[in-house]
């Protein structure tokens, strides 16, 4: 998928940028790096040469209230890029069938999915949310959040990982590249849809 002549900007600005995973630092450690950005990279994925896009980034709102907003399935074309479609087929517990609808190249291709999302089971004080596709008019749809409360209890540290290879005659590296825009663009507009953007530096 394509985000349009942003992403070209983009992947200069992220050449120069560390990245260090939260497995190699404490959530609170990996937030005092960050402050207000949003850092992302490409990460290979098993059985694909499609590569998953990485985003973390701190959201100032409790993890409960993250967590409510990724769980609502059905409100994610308010704020996922390209997506214009959500809708909760069935549902379960944790566990549901969402339909997904992007429209991407400018509005002249349609991508969608059967996407089964829930939760695994967490990782100490980490919230996991997973998803992937059952059938759809893609290679592969995969998608996993992980949310950590911070020690104020009022800010969260969200990781989310976007492998999406739409089977369309690209390089994997133009699908690999749009992966790590889409999870840094969905962070941010999570916090958007939150109200809790930072403001902007002087």
């Known amino acids: ?115 089964r999302m829930g939760d695994r089971p967490p990782q100490g004080d980490t919230l996991i949310v997973e998803g992937r596709m059952a059938d759809g008019n893609m290679a592969a749809f995969r998608a996993r959040w992980e949310i950590t409360p911070l020690d104020d209890g009022r800010r969260s540290l969200v990781v989310l990982k976007v492998l999406i290879d739409p089977d369309l005659p690209l390089p994997d590296s133009i699908c690999s590249n749009e992966n790590v825009s889409t999870a840094h663009r969905t962070i941010r507009a999570l916090r958007r849809f939150l109200g809790v953007t930072p403001p902007s530096p002087r």
């Open 1 to 115: 998928m394509r985000g349009g002549s942003s992403l070209v900007a983009f992947l200069v600005v992220l050449g120069g940028m560390p990245f260090t995973t939260v497995a190699q630092e404490t959530p609170a450690a990996v937030a005092s790096r960050l402050g207000n950005e949003v850092r992302a990279r490409r990460e290979p994925a098993s059985g694909s040469d499609v590569d998953w896009g990485r985003a973390v980034g701190v959201v100032n709102a409790p993890i409960e209230r993250v967590a409510a907003a990724v769980r609502d399935y059905g409100s994610y074309r308010h704020f996922l890029p390209f997506f214009t479609q959500s809708r909760v087929v069935s549902r379960r517990g944790s566990r549901a069938l969402v339909y997904m609808e992007a429209s991407v190249f400018h509005g002249t291709v349609t991508l969608w999915a059967n996407m």
